[in-house]
């Protein structure tokens, strides 16, 4: 029996996580204004992140905006009263534009710290909201890497860009203001100056807006790249890959090619900031040509005596403050076309599927029926054949089944469909006659207890590595003790130098190492933090110990077990045989299921594979 809708709940097929297309250059005219439809997000963020720091930036801004050209009025009438040999009004007019020059510099002071202050807390903000879109994406995603490349680039770039964008918004109104005083000021000269003013910096800012596009486009093409060198510096710097790195010699070959991938990228750069520099450079000399220009065109009309002194000293600074402020705008322009460039990469990233918790079941429809797989069948996404075909069985209340077969055959598969990190791509998992996808993923969750092979060695006391087991209880000293009772870690524990509150790891200070055998017992005693737990699973936890090791734990196991469903993952068939039904599993198929005397007597794969490991022990 299949169902076609139930898999949609659960998992996202592999287009759905592929990221969106972003803007390329090839898109044109409108392509560039729709860029910018990200504006207004990158404005309620930072709004959100803190208003009144927002509200102030940008009163500081109009302030900042409307003063320079007071300033260069204020100057006129200083250069005149010099003239005309009027002290008095010469000292009055200095003293005004003292105390004006000293309200600009606070104004422009101010406009540093609330953007120094708006950043940090932006920056704090915008991650966290990248970290809890993680916390909402299923498995599938993170086994991914075209996800693992969006979250790459929304991280790089977006914890500045929404500020920047509202910085150089803000740019835009300031320079826009002073801009118009300036423009009102020079019509009174010529309304040729004007547009000389706005004209000569066009070209310099077509030029910004286009390498703008290729330098996002060259670090979106590049990404994987990146993540690359990222991990090449890993596995050299890290003391979880330092004793094979260091026992293989891998550490010049990973630097190798640490170094020759940062090349091929800084040639990458190197060509785009050479061209950058270039066209900026040769563009800006319009600029420079324009100014002097106008400079030359207000000292002849100073010479003829159309205007006075003091005006040309005006209408000169006016110019050259005026063509700053139109280029500042057309960058800002350019820039924020960037930001919202970089600012694309994270609303993709927020915006991929979600996982789907749909259900909301909290009790199942037939209580007390254990769990059961009905023709479950799974096929990763991409892949091209099923890893799980047609697997069935069923465990009742306190019974213990095994898995066994070959590496690649499919236990561990059935165990995430099991904790629903997957979703069945065919067949139905019913837990209390109640299919999986329509419990409440909470609910779920918190009646199973799972350890994996590849269990996590959490960089904590040692007391929260038992308590990760039930983030509900992780301060619970009393619950650690127990669960660690159960999971034989407790004499471990105990005896570190600051018992359960020592750091264990080496990534910080006074941290303890454990061996392979003891991190094993802390994963274990996880399981039994969850005491409500009706279902426990054990994924290969103790397969670096030897086989009386693991027996005596799993013969402890199942004494604290008595009443719950065990699923047990484990190569060594001393072990095996303890549970009540065996699964043979053989590429991703049921071959066998039954107790072990059953199978013994079929004389089949298992019996054959038992014998032959019973072999090696004699």
Do not use: C
């Amino acid at each position: 029996m299949t169902r076609a809708a139930k898999p949609e709940r659960g998992s996202s097929s592999a287009a759905s996580l592929a990221p969106a297309t972003p803007p390329n250059g090839s898109a044109g005219a409108a392509s560039f204004l729709g860029v910018f439809r990200y504006s207004g997000r990158g404005f309620r963020l930072v709004w959100e992140t803190h208003r009144g720091l927002t509200i102030a930036m940008a009163l500081l801004t109009v302030v900042a905006g409307l003063l320079p050209g007071l300033v260069a009025w204020v100057g006129k009438l200083i250069v005149d009263s010099v003239v005309h040999h009027d002290h008095e009004a010469a000292i009055r007019w200095v003293v005004l534009e003292g105390i004006v020059v000293t309200v600009l510099a606070a104004a422009q002071r101010g406009l540093s710290l609330t953007q120094s202050l708006l950043r940090a807390l932006l920056s704090q903000k915008v991650n966290v909201v990248i970290l809890e879109k993680a916390l909402e994406l299923d498995l599938p995603h993170f086994e991914d890497p075209n996800t693992y490349d969006a979250m790459t680039k929304a991280r790089r770039e977006a914890s500045q860009r929404p500020l920047s964008l509202v910085q150089r918004t803000f740019g835009v109104i300031q320079n826009g203001l002073s801009l118009v005083t300036f423009g009102g000021i020079l019509l009174a000269f010529s309304p040729w100056a004007v547009l000389v003013l706005a004209v000569a910096g066009l070209p310099a800012f077509f030029a910004e807006a286009r390498f703008s596009n290729e330098a996002f486009r060259l670090f979106t093409w590049r990404t994987p790249e990146t993540r690359q060198r990222a991990y090449y510096e890993t596995a050299i710097a890290r003391e979880d890959f330092a004793k094979e790195t260091q026992l293989y010699g891998l550490g010049p070959l990973f630097l190798e090619r640490y170094t020759t991938t940062f090349e091929k990228l800084y040639q990458e750069d190197r060509a785009l900031t050479m061209k950058r520099s270039f066209w900026g450079w040769a563009l800006g000399l319009l600029s420079t040509i324009a100014f002097y220009g106008a400079y030359a065109w207000t000292a002849l009309a100073a010479v003829a005596g159309d205007i006075t002194l003091g005006e040309m000293t005006m209408y000169v600074m006016v110019f050259r403050q005026g063509q700053s402020a139109f280029s500042s705008i057309l960058s800002a322009v350019g820039g924020m076309y960037e930001d919202n460039l970089y600012l694309s990469n994270l609303y993709e990233f927020l915006e991929t599927p979600s996982a789907v918790r749909s259900g909301s079941a909290t009790v199942g429809a037939k209580p007390g029926d254990g769990l059961r797989f009905e023709s479950v069948a799974f096929r990763y996404p991409g892949a091209e054949a099923d890893a799980i075909k047609d697997v069935s069985f069923h465990l009742a209340p306190g019974e213990k089944l095994a898995l066994v077969g070959e590496n690649g055959s499919g236990k561990t598969t059935l165990i995430k469909l099991l904790t629903r990190l997957y979703a069945p791509t065919g067949g139905r998992i019913l837990l209390d006659g109640t299919d999986l996808l329509d419990w409440d993923l909470d609910t779920l969750r918190g009646r199973i207890g799972v350890i994996f092979q590849d269990f996590v060695r959490y960089q904590l006391a040692a007391g929260e590595n038992v308590g990760v087991g039930d983030v509900a209880r992780i301060d619970d000293r009393a619950a650690w003790e127990v669960a660690a009772d159960k999971g034989m870690a407790h004499p471990i524990l105990s005896t570190l130098p600051q018992g359960y509150d020592t750091q264990l790891g080496r990534w910080f200070g006074n941290g303890r190492e454990l061996s392979l055998g003891q991190w094993q017992k802390v994963a274990l005693s996880r399981a039994f933090m969850r005491t409500n737990a009706d279902i426990l699973v054990l994924d290969e936890p103790t397969a670096s110990m030897d086989a009386d090791a693991e027996a005596h734990i799993f013969d402890h196991f199942r004494s604290n077990t008595e009443n719950q469903m065990a699923v047990l993952i484990s190569h060594r068939f001393s072990t095996v045989r303890m549970a009540d039904h065996i699964v043979v599993l053989s590429d991703g198929r049921v071959v066998e299921q039954g107790s072990h005397d059953e199978l013994m007597a079929e004389d089949g794969v298992y019996a054959r594979l038992f014998s032959l490991q019973a072999e090696g022990y004699r």
